[in-house]
């Protein structure tokens, strides 16, 4: 009815590549590990600093109330630091997914787009519409 979702390619229109050989290719596994192996230190990183301030905060309420200068305690210096470290590591994964990342997903798009990876179509599909 309009809605056909069985992966046969219509005429006229590009075949779908198949995902699965993608995903098991050698270049998409370079990618995953370059991804994984930046964000996962550095998210881990982050979170054990987020936990440390709410601890601190939390239970160390005379060093988080030192005064470093006039009105500006420890705590509140620490918590703008929060801030600054996420715009840090928001601008280091940019630099390093231009630097890095993106032009291996480039690679892999071209290949994609090139029809490297396209499926094998299913034996017995039909390439024509409206033979109902």
Do not use: C
């Amino acid at each position: 009815m309009g809605n056909d979702a069985s992966g046969g390619a219509a005429e006229g229109t590009a075949p779908q590549p198949d995902f699965r050989l993608v995903q098991a290719s050698d270049e998409f596994q370079t990618l995953r590990k370059s991804h994984r192996s930046f964000v996962f230190p550095l998210a881990g990183a982050f979170l054990l600093w987020y936990f440390l301030y709410v601890l601190l905060a939390d239970y160390a309420h005379g060093l988080m109330s030192i005064r470093v200068a006039g009105n500006i305690t420890l705590g509140l210096v620490l918590g703008l630091l929060q801030f600054v470290s996420t715009f840090g590591i928001t601008a280091w994964y940019v630099h390093h997914a231009n630097k890095k990342l993106d032009p291996q997903a480039e690679a892999i798009r071209t290949e994609i787009e090139g029809h490297d990876f396209d499926a094998a179509p299913a034996v017995g599909a039909s390439t024509e519409e409206g033979t109902r």
